[in-house]
């Protein structure tokens, strides 16, 4: 079964600095991707990062990044300069194609940036 | 470049109602997922509508349908209303079947006494 865990239900960090979320998955499956989505408290799910399992790379959008161990089933999240903007919950997803390409969502993370 | 749209924002229904909820899926896109994301949860994939049908389904009763409409916009309706459908759902839409990117509306959240 694919499954999406996500160990830390709360975080938080002062801003400016630098913070890490942690995802791990469990996948049979070789060639996949992997996202974070960042829900704030608007509701509206936005992709933050998406990284493709077949490139050994880690992806990269401005303040965000990713530390992706494809052997150790591992996608955590880093942000740097953390704002006060980036608070809200996190979701690490993995899309699954043999039903229909749903995502599986991990627990989430909720993060606060403290001023 | 219209995003994913979705209404009503809030909904509040009694035990045993049914409810419609509809989604406006990203120009140019034509395949739409139902999800449901009770409090403090990850969204839950509920179905996914490519083309006009059914394309994939979660671990939902069939009281949960769909529809999806040549403009590719989408409804979810929910007959027989019970407390634990009390959440929000979103919804998603995708460029092409199979793509993995998936960008989502604002949901809808229903509340059911």
């Known amino acids: 079964a694919q499954t999406v865990t996500q160990s830390q239900p709360e975080m938080s960090v002062q801003e400016a600095e630098t913070v890490t979320l942690s995802c791990t998955y469990d996948?049979?499956?070789?060639?996949?991707?992997l996202f974070w989505y960042k829900q704030p408290p608007s509701r509206q799910m936005i992709l933050v990062i998406r990284?493709?399992?077949?490139?050994?790379q880690n992806a990269t959008e401005n303040r965000f990044s990713v530390n992706f161990q494809k052997a150790a089933k591992s996608f955590s999240l880093k942000i740097s300069d953390s704002q006060l903007g980036d608070t809200a919950m996190y979701f690490c997803?993995?899309?699954?194609?043999?039903?229909?390409?749903?995502?599986?969502f991990g627990q989430g993370t909720e993060l606060s940036v403290k001023p | 470049e219209t995003g994913v749209t979705q209404s009503p924002t809030h909904l509040i229904k009694t035990r045993g109602q049914q409810v419609t909820l509809r989604c406006s899926s990203q120009?140019?896109?034509?395949?739409v997922s139902w999800y449901q994301q009770a409090l403090g949860q990850g969204p839950q994939f509920i179905f996914q509508?490519?083309?006009?049908?059914?394309?994939g389904r979660g671990n939902f009763p069939p009281r949960f349908s769909g529809l999806q409409f040549p403009n590719y916009s989408s409804e979810l309706n929910v007959n027989a209303l019970e407390l634990d459908d009390s959440a929000l759902y979103l919804c998603?839409?995708?460029?092409?079947?199979?793509?993995?990117?998936?960008?989502f509306g604002p949901g809808t959240r229903l509340t059911v006494t």
């Open positions: 997803a993995f899309p699954y194609y043999n039903q229909g390409g749903k995502l599986i």
């Open positions: 998603a839409s995708s460029l092409q079947r199979g793509l993995p990117e998936q960008y």
């Open positions: 120009s140019g896109h034509n395949t």
């Open positions: 509508y490519y083309r006009e049908e059914e394309n």
């Open positions: 996948t049979s499956e070789s060639n996949y991707y």
């Open positions: 990284q493709e399992a077949y490139k050994q």
